[in-house]
């Protein structure tokens, strides 16, 4: 109140008169339109809830807006949004007002309160305004605010806001920020459009990293780049080709090439002397263990202890020994693991894993057709390897080769959206002869190539498949993949799925608030959609006499709708701590693993203690849940207290073969990679949702939802469709010619900058170091150096740098 004259101090007595001659008694002038200002500054404080000030102002002589000073256009800001609502009930014009928003909205953006004028558009519903307003100065700050208050609007406002900063971006040429919106809206003509704006190759080498990490499938045409020769370098980067070279990059300069050995991660020393290593548990189990850990261990590393050994003589003999340390299905799994330490580098995958294809032990072909498929997971290629290795064997006779086969189709082509798949594995599904199993694959092999497709085709064979299952099929676990699978095709697509739910309310009732439950949860996938939240939270409540199979997916539900933003992902947490203790058995027994979905591959210490507790819970599935989960959290962080907690409970449960399975599995997790890789969904600041990555998490999670009868019994293997969430969480930093280039950057806690006043630090608690680095979960980087130019605004997985032109070196 210091910039209001002293004289309307002594005024606010008379208001009152000063109204009534205003009214009555003046005759139309340039005082009365004076008059009329003063009246309209003197309602801001006087007037209650009449919108006076608003009304005066219209009446008013329209002088410069600003010069009454900030908190009038505030106040004038807050009384137009009210009676927009109130003319757009009466249908009264608006247009004398919407002048008043022009000059309200010029006044913020010249006065850097973007975000007061983006709030001011979007209550009048006229936010196309804000493009004429931005400029050069101030155009980052708006979209930042129009961006991240996009996931508290409801639908279609949402959307309309991000479509504003997308256009907003693209005016003024800030080509990579307009990319990471056009994925977020996952508009492919958006993509296009960044690709063909753009002139500068860098750049868009900078797009196709982005677009690679992101695992959508993207063939580049001759709009969006001229030149063949740029072209298939582009498309090289799409495919993903340079990622085991960058990993191994990251891996030397980490110093971890040193392959390990399961018995490195149990660390059976550090643990009391209690029946060290469980003497008695049958040793198939814990060999089975010790592959999956072996495999996450060394993933993408190529070089192992127990598959990649070497042969000591050339007859080959001891080569495939450890193979036959495994039974029957096994033997599956460790063919398999195979590809996963050789995971993304196909040429010498392929070759190592062909010796195992002409084997006459049937598992270990299947297991050497899913390494196939692991090996070549989010790489793609021009001749399509695994696609003519595969195809051949999903039609076998051997239900565990045509398992392995189809499978690893899924896991080398999921989000392709694939022509060549569709009918031969729409076919298996409308065979009446095929088993169970193989149609419970085939559907989700179908539901990850076409990931959030939405394809009418491909969820009308999964419905037929689903409707024709007998009684006695439906109660086995594995048919509850069949919804999965549906669900996948909708995966985040929201509305999209309305009519496959309909469909869906007249299977048997055995199933059909299960599939109903599902498609609900993955179609509202990573949208934050608060009102769904309630919805499954509606059906957590239910107190039902017998257990009722859709309890499961709804707990899922919550953790998959939440996990969007970091607001809705605490209270989510603590809903599920509500569910804990007032819901039946059947909710408690999932909400281990939705937690370990919303914190997937960061350790928040209140998680890690709800964990540890039910880790140890009188209910043997609660407890196995919890111990996976703690795996989950934990995924490639090496982190020293999970791995401690595991190390006790793999003695506490040494007589439990399943839990101790769990434990084994939980420890592998943990250290994924050797704590290079992380398994969350998410990147490019938390803001992109890869649906390849989430798919693969949903599959693995909705088969724990019945852990006797998939992972611990002959269907370990599900547990591979993690390899499709794995990514490298690095920073590597690259020149011009894509080599790597080591810079000092800064890590530190990331921070939420959005609509502060002036230029505030994006990080807090930072430490300098060289690239390659690592970065954890809520990490941010920034280049600690004015010498190159990134070209990417995020600095995650590859970032290609450019030399500053104006850098001079310190004298």
């Not at 500068?200 to 993207?218: E, T």
């Not at 070497?310 to 029957?328: A, D, V």
């Amino acid at each position: 109140m210091t910039s209001v004259p002293k004289p309307l101090k002594f005024l606010r007595p008379h208001y009152s008169p000063l109204k009534a001659y205003f009214d009555i008694f003046m005759e139309d002038s340039d005082v009365k339109k004076k008059l009329a200002d003063i009246l309209s500054v003197l309602a801001m404080t006087m007037a209650t809830g009449e919108r006076e000030s608003l009304k005066y102002r219209l009446l008013g002589s329209a002088e410069e807006i600003g010069s009454w000073g900030h908190e009038y256009v505030r106040n004038l800001a807050g009384e137009i949004s009210q009676e927009f609502a109130r003319r757009q009930f009466d249908d009264t014009p608006l247009d004398d007002m919407m002048d008043l928003v022009q000059q309200i909205v010029a006044f913020h953006m010249k006065h850097n309160a973007e975000p007061e004028a983006v709030d001011l558009l979007m209550e009048v519903e006229d936010l196309d305004l804000l493009i004429e307003h931005v400029d050069e100065t101030n155009y980052k700050r708006a979209c930042l605010y129009l961006t991240s208050s996009s996931s508290y609007l409801p639908g279609p406002d949402d959307i309309l806001a991000l479509d504003i900063a997308y256009s907003i971006y693209m005016n003024f040429k800030d080509y990579t920020s307009a990319l990471r919106l056009a994925l977020f809206l996952d508009n492919i003509q958006h993509v296009k459009r960044v690709f063909t704006s753009c002139e500068d190759l860098l750049q868009k080498k900078q797009f196709c990293y982005i677009i690679a990490r992101h695992g959508m499938v993207l063939e580049l045409d001759d709009e969006m780049a001229v030149e063949d020769e740029d072209r298939e370098a582009l498309q090289d980067i799409i495919n993903n080709v340079k990622l085991s070279e960058g990993y191994l990059t990251l891996a030397r300069d980490v110093e971890v090439m040193e392959p390990k050995s399961p018995e490195d991660i149990y660390k059976v020393h550090l643990i009391d002397g209690r029946a060290t290593a469980g003497a008695g548990v049958d040793s198939a189990r814990q060999n089975l263990a010790a592959t999956f850990v072996n495999a996450f261990v060394n993933a993408g590393f190529g070089q192992d202890k127990l598959m990649t050994i070497p042969s000591e003589s050339s007859s080959g003999s001891s080569t495939g020994g450890w193979i036959f340390k495994n039974k029957e299905h096994g033997k599956a799994s460790a063919a398999a693991s195979l590809g996963m330490i050789l995971l993304w580098d196909v040429d010498s995958g392929l070759s190592q894993i062909d010796k195992y294809l002409h084997s006459n032990d049937n598992h270990i072909v299947a297991g050497a057709l899913l390494g196939v498929g692991i090996v070549s997971c989010g790489i793609k290629n021009d001749c399509d390897p695994a696609l003519a290795l595969l195809i051949e064997f999903i039609n076998k006779d051997d239900t565990t080769i045509r398992i392995g086969a189809i499978m690893g189709l899924g896991l080398a082509y999921a989000g392709s959206q694939k022509e060549e798949l569709k009918v031969p594995l729409s076919q298996i599904l409308g065979d009446a002869k095929t088993p169970l199993e193989v149609l419970a694959f085939t559907a989700i092999s179908l539901g990850l190539v076409y990931v959030g497709s939405c394809n009418e085709e491909v969820a009308q064979s999964i419905i037929f498949a689903l409707m024709d299952r007998s009684e006695a099929e439906l109660n086995d676990s594995l048919t509850r993949l069949l919804p999965v699978a549906l669900g996948l095709l909708f995966l985040g697509k929201q509305e999209s799925v309305e009519a496959t739910a309909e469909v869906s309310k007249t299977f048997n009732e055995k199933i059909r608030k299960f599939c109903d439950v599902t498609l609900l949860s993955l179609a509202y996938a990573g949208t934050g959609n608060v009102l769904k939240v309630q919805k499954l939270l509606g059906y957590c409540a239910q107190h039902l006499e017998k257990n009722e199979l859709h309890q499961g997916p709804a707990v899922l539900g919550i953790a998959l709708v939440a996990m969007a933003e970091d607001l809705g992902l605490d209270m989510a947490v603590r809903s599920l701590e509500h569910l804990l203790q007032y819901g039946e058995q059947n909710i408690r027994r999932v909400v281990p693993l939705a937690l370990g979905l919303l914190c997937i591959s960061n350790p928040k210490v209140n998680v890690m203690d709800t964990l540890s507790r039910l880790s140890h819970d009188t209910d043997g599935e609660v407890s196995m849940a919890a111990i996976i989960s703690l795996g989950l959290i934990g995924a490639g962080t090496n982190n020293a207290r999970i791995a401690g907690m595991l190390r006790n409970l793999s003695s506490y449960y040494y007589k439990e073969a399943g839990h101790l399975f769990c434990v084994r599995i939980a420890q592998g997790l943990v250290h994924l990679g050797k704590g290079l890789l992380t398994l969350s969904p998410y990147h490019s600041d938390r803001f992109l949702l890869s649906p390849t990555a989430l798919a693969g998490l949903t599959t693995v999670l909705f088969a724990c939802l019945d852990m006797k009868n998939t992972i611990l019994g002959k269907y370990h293997y599900l547990l591979y469709f993690i390899t499709l969430a794995m990514q490298p969480r690095m920073l590597l930093t690259v020149d011009e010619n894509q080599k790597p280039l080591s810079v000092p950057v800064r890590v530190g806690q990331a921070v939420d900058v959005v609509g502060q006043a002036g230029r505030p630090k994006t990080i807090t608690g930072f430490q300098t170091h060289t690239t390659p680095v690592l970065l954890a979960a809520g990490d941010r980087a920034e280049l600690a150096t004015e010498k190159y130019i990134p070209l990417s605004p995020v600095l995650e997985g590859f970032v290609i740098l450019r030399e500053n032109p104006d850098y001079e070196e310190e004298k």
